[in-house]
């Protein structure tokens, strides 16, 4: 019987539709579950057991930095990159948050002051690339943290990075998110090994992740070769038992020497420096073939090739099935694959299963290899129809491409009755200001408007009820969108931005429509904080209020100093036509609505209101008294959840009501009701 406590370790729900069915491997609890269909998902449960009990579960910070080799913690794949990175004696980090890497740059943050490391959020991923690439040139052992998106966006630093050469380790953490579960796309960054000459870590479980993380920084000394850790969704945020190393009590010496030849990637160095990168290239691969990141279990004449948490997956697989004995099985933790190592395992099998998510990166790397050893042996994976090409990867999806392969018949399937449940979209907050700006700027600009969003709370204006996100592609775009559409089309679009964004990448965009004098009418929603991503300071996080309501000639007034004024921004980069509201104030709000909408040419209205949910939990904004609707009043007219989409609006046996406990008292659905029929809830019956 396998004893459990949902307390005593980090529980991480990979999939949520499921049947599930406990059993115990490896010191672990896992349970595994199956679903009616012809591909059914799985799901790996990680709950404590005894062996969990000896450790800890979700650590504090300071427990991270506990110099106690050889214990064992279960810790969630993030909270194992930052031990990792501890152990390395990482001595600069830069970020900006996204998820699924977020928790890794709010960790440290935590105990980054007390421990020496030079610690920022970055304005946006391009910056946090530069900073510690320059950090590294300084001899510090540097580590920047993003999600896959924000490697996007540093690649024009990124691609020369290689060419120059790093002096202290760098080390990228670029988080993957297949099945774009939070994120626009998929994007498989393996290919930056090929492209742009990075090695890459894939780990398969948070211990290769601490223990990659750990490697990267010698590693990346030893070739000058800045490299890149591609943890995905799977491995961010599942826990397991991850072994504590020693912690380095060594740090580097932080000088900057000058060598222009060497730093200065000019045509004529450049060329030198390319000859050079391929030496270095030539020496990871060598690294590599003597590190642990490509183990090998079993001899038998079927093989199979796996890497990141698929390979977790099919050990696995193997062992449920009983076919160890059958099957070898190859790791592959890092790019690039050396190819001794490779050819050698093909001379072994007869065939090869290539089990990998997204691209056929690693299937394609096999065949040339094989080619090139003149093994002509088969290779299944994604070409040969057994593996998807798209989202990520379960057990039971794995479990039933090694079936194929080793002809073992399928999977029995267990029919699974789900109960008819609602949809739950996303939605904002209940009190979320973003509501209130979207539902003022309709009131104004009407439903034939082009609304074009961007990355942030505010795309959950999406869809009904505010129809607030008719155009979305990344951060930033909102701007570009808006004014291609105003000046092809001659009609005033509006762009929605927040703060964070704005400041990432907004400017460029707002200077390009300032010199088109494009017809369009940027809403900047301030709420003083990145909040989608857990909260992280913004470039205005320090900035009140203004009090300033639409101010036309003049700067708004705020209450005091904030760190960087929007306002201020704009103006500087040549918006004329400025308005400074706070959303609650439907009347100040709406006549610089309407201003805007009279408007020539490129305005901006900027929203400031802090978010609630961010608010409640510094202590810095006391909930407001809570709304209900009087039943002898209201009509059931809907118009409040139809217009609204407030979550605190509940309906039960056709009346309406509204949650104390969620409402955050912003008054906005008892201003859009006819019938006067919600009122705030009276002192005596707050409590």
Known sequence: MIETDPLSCAVELLNWDALW????RDGLAFIRHGV??????????RIGTREAKKGMSTPRSHDLLQDSPGKRLCLLGNLAIVRGAVEAGVQFYSCYP?????????????????????????????????????ASLAGARSMCGMKHLGLNYALDPAATMPYVGV?????????????????PNEQDQRHFCRFLYYPVFDPATPEDARRMTR????????????????????????????????????????????????????????RRMRTELSDRFRLAEELLNASEFFPRRGDGRRGIIAGGVAYAYVSQVIDELGVAGEVSLLQIGAYPIPESLLVDFLNSVDSVLVVEELTPFVEEWVCVSAFRAGRMIPVFGKHSGHLPVEFEYSPDLVEDAVRKYLELGERAKTPVVMPELPPRPPVLCPGCPHRTSFFLVNRVFGKHTVYCNDIGCYTLGYGEPLHACDVLLCMGASISLASGIARTTGQRTIAYIGDSTFFHSGLPALVNAVQADDK??????????????????????????????????SPPVAEDNGRFSIEDAVRGLGVREVYSVDPFDEKATLAALKQAERGTGVNVVICHSPCVVHGRRTTRLGKRTPYEISQEQCNACSLCVRVLGCPAILTEDGKYRIDADLCDGCDLCARLCQQDAIHAVTPERVH
């Open 520 to 553: 369009i009418t940027v809403v900047i929603l301030d709420n003083y904080i990145t909040a989608m991503t857990g909260f992280q300071p913004s470039p205005t996080t320090d900035t009140k209020r203004p009090k300033g309501s639409v101010p036309t000639e």
């Open 98 to 134: 996204g998820t699924p890497s977020s928790e890794i740059s709010d960790t440290i943050a935590q105990f980054a002051g007390r421990t020496g490391i030079l610690f920022e959020y970055s304005v946006n991923e391009k910056i946090a690339v530069e900073i510690a690439f320059a």
């Open 21 to 24: 069915v406990p059993y115990e």
């Open 36 to 45: 009616h269909g012809t591909v059914g998902l799985s799901a790996l449960f």
């Open 215 to 270: 490697y990267a920084f010698e590693f990346s000394e030893k070739t000058r070769l800045p490299v890149i850790l591609r943890p995905t969704t799977r491995i961010c945020h599942s826990s397991g038992m991850v072994e504590l190393g020693t912690l380095s009590d060594q740090r580097r010496e932080i000088s900057f020497h000058k060598n222009p030849p060497r730093y200065v990637p000019i045509p004529s160095n450049a």
């Open 167 to 183: 002096e202290g380790g760098m080390v990228i953490v670029s988080a993957g998110d297949p099945s774009a579960i939070t994120s």
